[in-house]
């Protein structure tokens, strides 16, 4: 008898630890099966047939999207399509994560964005896993500016990524500083000042100088003007073969000479970008200009908060330029990709592209939107009032179209944060400074 | 099997009582006897098997999970330095030998990290430790609230890193930083934290010696309390002063333990990452890679520069540099019971 109790308390443990494990297997199996259904609630019980369907869109930082509420709209006008968003701070995080999860054909969005300083490799490279937008429904070619749809194009003539928003640069100024250092502060005479050529912007950065209130400087770091010099030329790291040339380009040499000469001269505030130093110096009023961005405006208004408040303007830059932007991507490994791809189509839509301009200030890539009056008539309160439409339209029409490589970021970067920055901060010289940067990029380059 | 037969054995001499007691009834209690003493083998053949493997079944988990996300990546990785492999297309792998190897000889990149991680690790390791040792031996007195001064001890290691390390970078700054504030009232000029490479290397250790003194303290303290009081009253009653005392009754009792977490710190030095990859924002670890430990150097070419091949070696260099550091700790250790015995 006592046998029998336990054979049968054996059991009953055995099936416990079966139905527990079982229960376990069977959730993680929901969770993927569920998916489809929705969080939404409505999806309970017996969707069995035609549920909702759920759009996963992953970006990196604060993409913007969301927070115009793009995805809401897009909701309401297609009740039975849900879009969840999932976001990895860092870019440099984000797209490493975004090539294996392509190379393995798992645990990807329906939607992806991916970085201009990435979009040549992944067009390059990444080409066959991704869908063919060019020819999905709701997309005009006619709409975006050409050389945005080029680097959406890959070499089989499938544009693969459609662009969201584009980086066209103006100068940014403190009217409050300019005014002490007996420069003009109205922005179409300060844009006059370095019109056409990068050297004159050095020039008046000299003339601040002499003059300059104590403790601040005329730019925030050599590494911004070297990124603004290089982005105004359509030839900077690669050339029309995809080789690389950025010991020799034009553009890169007149930056670096423009950008050294910031530092030689003490016109710098020696600070890194997108550091906590940086951060601070905006509303303290550490430096009176930094090319700016159209999507830079809303980070100097959080860092500068009300300290700040009336004493930035924005002029025109010497040279249209264009510093960074996005592009949405949809993999083939998705399961929903049609539905993906029509929300991909409508998201960077004249009309939604003007949306993010309004609400977030990323500069469309669509210049049927410059026509729209939310872009047109755009002012910036924080700005007094500057017609930022209208100033970045011209930059972003002027800009060159800008010849991409799979390497541009690590080029970039090792320019900027290991030789310009040894230039600026260490006081290395020029020269030094540039071996420096060459080293760490043909240890980068070399496979 | 054996040993089964063996406990079989007596079951005759078991199953002969009942006929004693009454022949007529002797079959059916036989057949029963016989199937009640077949279930008893059964169950002491289950009871033993169960002894036998189920220590294995229990240790299975850690095993499986070790192969899956140790061992499997660790022979993966060994296979991916072979070849040419970028993160764009890892499916694609081209063979080239030993190259990935031999070239971290002449590269300069992978020494400078080598000497960066020696040398931070270092002076993070050894104040570090001294510190611990003596914190823990003022906890161990007895004092008020001695709960609180070891919880508080131990906060820091339960701080996550990127907490801690975006705190030190502010006050580490170099324009508006509190450090170089706290300087400046004593006279001394801003310092740039982030540009010099003893300053920079100095401030990623403050990093990890303001994490790990805790813990290690914590440590120590532990091992203190294990040592016998008796020990200290005969030391004390041979006029043996505090210090003596901690000189000739507490350090040696401590020895294995200082020898665990030197180990212990030695790995995590040579694995220093996510400081100092937060103190300075990306994988260059500085201008001049000033702080650039293998670690992030590893992650810079796998991750940034997308070369998994290169990225590979690095970390087999990285695993076959702790392998050796581990035979050299093993050694002094040895060299240090011997002593111990002969003295």
């Not at chain 1, 990444?126 to 680097?151: E, H, I, T």
């Not at chain 1, 301009?357 to 729209?372: I, N, Q, V, W």
């Not at chain 1, 010289?429 to 043909?442: M, N, Q, R, T």
Request: charge should be neutral; include cysteine; hydrophobic fraction near 40%.
């Amino acid at each position: 008898m006592r046998f029998r109790t336990r054979t049968s308390r054996q059991a009953v443990v055995l099936a416990a630890v079966a139905a527990l494990g079982a229960g376990l297997l069977a959730g993680c199996a929901e969770d993927k099966s569920d998916e489809p259904g929705g969080s939404s609630g409505g999806g309970e019980g017996g969707d069995g047939g035609k549920g909702k369907t759920t759009l996963t869109v992953g970006v990196f930082g604060t993409f913007g999207l969301k927070e115009a509420g793009l995805y809401d709209a897009y909701m309401k006008a297609n009740p039975d399509v849900v879009i969840k968003q999932t976001s990895i701070e860092r870019n440099e995080n984000y797209y490493p994560q975004l090539l294996t999860h392509l190379g393995s054909g798992s645990g990807l969005a329906d939607i992806q964005a991916v970085e201009v300083n990435n979009i040549a490799e992944v067009t390059a490279t990444q080409a066959d896993k991704l869908v063919d937008l060019g020819k999905a429904p709701g997309v005009d070619k006619d709409n975006f500016l050409d050389w945005k749809w080029q680097q959406g194009t890959a070499q089989n003539g499938s544009t693969i990524a459609l662009g969201t928003d584009v980086g066209p640069q103006g100068i940014c100024y403190r009217k409050d500083l300019f005014e002490k250092a007996g420069l003009p502060t109205d922005r179409d005479e300060v844009g006059k000042l370095w019109a056409g050529d990068w050297k004159k912007y050095l020039d008046v950065g000299k003339q601040y100088k002499a003059k300059a209130p104590k403790d601040s400087a005329f730019v925030d770091g050599a590494g911004g003007v070297m990124a603004a010099v290089t982005g105004s030329y359509e030839e900077r790291f690669y050339d029309k073969d995809g080789k690389v040339v950025y010991k020799e380009s034009a553009a890169v040499k007149e930056a670096w000479d423009v950008a050294s000469a910031f530092a030689t001269e003490g016109l710098t505030a020696k600070l890194q970008q997108f550091k906590p130093s940086w951060d601070q110096a905006f509303s303290n009023g550490r430096f009176a200009t930094i090319s700016c961005p159209a999507w830079m405006l809303g980070y100097i208004k959080e860092k500068g908060g009300d300290k700040a408040e009336g004493k930035w303007d924005v002029a025109q830059a010497p040279k249209p330029s264009n510093w960074g932007g996005s592009f949405l991507v949809v993999p083939k490994a998705g399961k929903n990709t049609e539905e993906a791809a029509k929300l991909a189509a409508w998201l960077t839509a004249p009309e939604q592209q003007a949306v993010l301009f309004e609400e977030r200030g990323s500069f469309p890539s669509s210049t049927a939107a410059y026509d729209l009056p939310a872009v047109k008539d755009a002012k910036n309160p924080y700005f007094e009032g500057a017609p930022i439409g209208e100033i970045f339209a011209k930059a972003a029409e002027g800009a060159p179209v800008q010849i991409l490589g799979p390497k541009d970021l690590i080029i970039a970067q090792n320019l900027a944060d290991v030789g310009m920055l040894q230039v600026d901060q260490k006081g290395k010289s020029p020269d030094e400074g540039w071996k420096a940067a060459v080293k760490s990029i043909d240890n980068a380059l070399d496979e | 099997m054996a040993r089964e037969t063996k406990t079989a054995a007596p079951s005759p001499g078991e199953g002969a009582a009942p006929p004693a007691q009454g022949p007529g009834a002797q079959d059916p209690g036989a057949a029963g006897q016989r199937r009640e003493q077949r279930r008893r083998d059964r169950r002491s053949r289950r009871y033993r098997r169960d002894v036998k493997w189920s220590p294995y079944a229990y240790v299975a988990p850690f095993f499986l999970f070790f192969a899956a996300f140790g061992l499997f990546p660790l022979l993966y990785t060994g296979w991916a330095a072979l070849h040419r492999v970028s993160l764009t297309d890892p499916n694609s792998m081209e063979f080239v030998g030993l190259h990935n190897f031999t070239r971290l000889w002449s590269d300069e990149f992978f020494w400078n990290a080598l000497q960066n991680t020696v040398t931070i690790g270092l002076i993070s390791t050894v104040p570090q430790l001294l510190m611990a040792l003596g914190l823990a031996h003022l906890l161990n007195y007895k004092l008020r609230g001695s709960m609180f001064f070891r919880v508080v001890a131990l906060t820091p290691y339960a701080t996550s890193v990127a907490a801690a390390t975006l705190v030190f970078v502010l006050l580490y700054g170099r324009d508006y930083g509190m450090i170089n504030w706290a300087l400046g009232t004593v006279g001394i000029d801003n310092i740039d934290w982030h540009n010099g490479t003893w300053t920079s290397q100095f401030a990623v250790s403050s990093i990890v010696i303001w994490r790990w003194t805790g813990y290690n303290t914590l440590i120590y303290l532990a091992a203190m309390q294990a040592i016998p009081n008796d020990l200290y009253e005969s030391a004390a009653l041979d006029g043996a002063s505090r210090w003596q005392q901690f000189l000739h009754v507490t350090l040696p009792a401590l020895r294995p333990t200082i020898l665990f977490t030197c180990v212990v710190s030695t790995i995590g030095a040579m694995q220093l990452f996510g400081e100092p990859l937060l103190f300075g924002g990306s994988a260059t670890g500085g201008p001049e890679h000033e702080y650039q430990t293998l670690g992030l150097y590893l992650y810079e070419q796998g991750w940034v520069n997308l070369h998994l091949g290169r990225a590979s070696a690095i970390a087999w260099a990285m695993f076959l540099l702790l392998v050796l550091v581990a035979l050299v700790n093993w050694l002094i250790a040895r060299r240090l019971t011997k002593s111990e015995g002969g003295a």
